[in-house]
C-alpha cells in the first residue's frame, strides 16, 4: 500500500478505509449504533475498527469538549472555531491516519454537525461555514453518513432514560432542536448519495440492520479499490461469496449487500 492517499476523484477518501459519520441530535442513537455497528464490523469481518467522537476524540479535543459543552457561554463565532480547532486535529492526528491504514472509521458527529447546529440552529452563513469545514479538513467526506432523525418531542423521554444531567446544548430549548433537524434534513436532500436518513423512533435492533445495510456495500468497495491497487484477489474475509476476486476498482459503485452478508 502506498502511503500517499489514493483519492477517489468523487469522494476525496483514500482508497483502503471506509468512513462513517452519525449525525443527529442528542438523544437519537449515534453511541448505541456506532457502538453496535462497530462490534459488528469486528466480529463479521474482522476489519480493524476505530470508534471516534467529535467533539472530543482526541486529547486536545477531550479538553475543548469540556470547554465547549461546559464551560462559559461563547458566542457563535467562537463556537465555530472551537469546534473546527477540534476537527482539524481529529482529522490530522487520528481519521485519515486510520483511514490509510484500511481501517474502518466510524465517528459520532462530524462536519455535518457544525452545519447543522451554528448555521440551522444559529442562523450563521451556510456557505461560509460550510468552505470553513472543508479547509480545516482538507476537503475529507465520510462515504457515509447516517442520520438518525428523532422528533424533538421525544427527545426528553429519551434523554431522561440516560439518567445524565442535560448539557448546554441539550437544554437549547424545542425551537433549537426543530430547527437542527430541519437543517440537518436539509443537508440530506442537498446530498443524497451519501446520506441515508434512518427513523430514529425505531426500535435499537431494526435501525442496526438498517445501518448494517448502508455500511456493507462500502466494505466491499474498499476491498475491491484495495485489491485493485496491491494487484492481489479480494479474499472471502467475510466467508461468503465475497464479490469479484480481483475486481477493478469501481469507484462510485454501488455492490450488493448480500454478497458481504455474514
Ligand atoms: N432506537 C431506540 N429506541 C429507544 N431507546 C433508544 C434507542 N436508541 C438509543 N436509545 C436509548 O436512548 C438513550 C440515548 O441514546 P444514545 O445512543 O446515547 O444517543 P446519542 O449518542 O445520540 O446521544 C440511551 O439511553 C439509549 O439506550
Ligand atoms: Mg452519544
Known amino acids: 500500500m502506498s502511503t500517499t492517499p489514493d483519492d477517489d476523484a468523487t469522494t476525496g477518501l483514500p482508497a483502503r ?14 453511541s448505541t449504533q456506532s457502538r453496535l ?5 469486528e466480529q463479521a469481518f474482522g476489519r480493524e475498527v476505530v ?3 467529535e467533539p472530543g476524540g ?24 472551537l469546534y473546527l480547532t477540534d476537527r482539524a486535529h481529529h482529522v490530522a492526528s487520528l481519521v485519515r491516519p ?3 491504514r484500511g481501517a474502518v472509521v466510524i465517528t459520532d458527529r462530524y462536519l455535518d454537525s457544525s452545519l447543522a ?6 442562523e450563521l452563513d451556510l456557505a461560509r461555514l460550510r468552505d470553513m469545514q472543508l479547509w480545516a479538513v482538507d476537503g475529507l467526506l465520510p462515504d457515509v453518513t447516517i442520520l438518525l432523525d428523532l422528533d424533538p418531542a421525544l427527545l426528553p423521554q429519551r434523554l431522561s432514560a440516560t439518567g445524565l444531567a442535560p448539557d448546554r446544548l441539550e437544554r437549547s430549548g424545542e425551537q433549537f432542536h426543530r430547527r437542527t433537524r430541519e437543517a440537518y434534513l436539509a443537508l440530506a ?7 441515508r436518513v434512518l427513523d430514529a423512533s425505531a426500535g435499537i435492533e431494526e435501525i442496526a440492520e438498517q445501518v448494517r445495510a448502508a455500511v456493507a456495500p462500502l466494505l466491499d468497495r474498499a476491498r475491491a479499490r484495495a485489491a485493485g491497487a496491491a ?5 472471502g474475509a467475510g466467508g461468503g461469496t465475497g464479490g469479484e476476486p480481483g475486481a477493478a476498482p469501481r469507484p462510485g459503485g454501488r455492490l450488493d449487500a448480500s454478497t458481504v452478508a455474514p
Open 58 to 81: 482526541t486529547q486536545l479535543g477531550r479538553t475543548m469538549r469540556e470547554l465547549v459543552l461546559h464551560g462559559e457561554d461563547v458566542d457563535p463565532r467562537t463556537e465555530v472555531l
Open 37 to 41: 455497528l462497530g462490534e459488528w464490523l
Open 51 to 53: 470508534r471516534t467522537r
Open 98 to 100: 486510520a483511514l490509510e
Open 117 to 122: 447546529y451554528q448555521a440551522g440552529g444559529r
Open 189 to 195: 436532500a442537498a446530498e443524497p448519495e451519501r446520506w
Open 231 to 235: 494487484g492481489d484477489p479480494v479474499d
Open 17 to 30: 478505509g471506509v468512513f462513517v459519520s452519525f449525525e443527529g441530535g442528542d438523544g437519537s442513537g449515534k
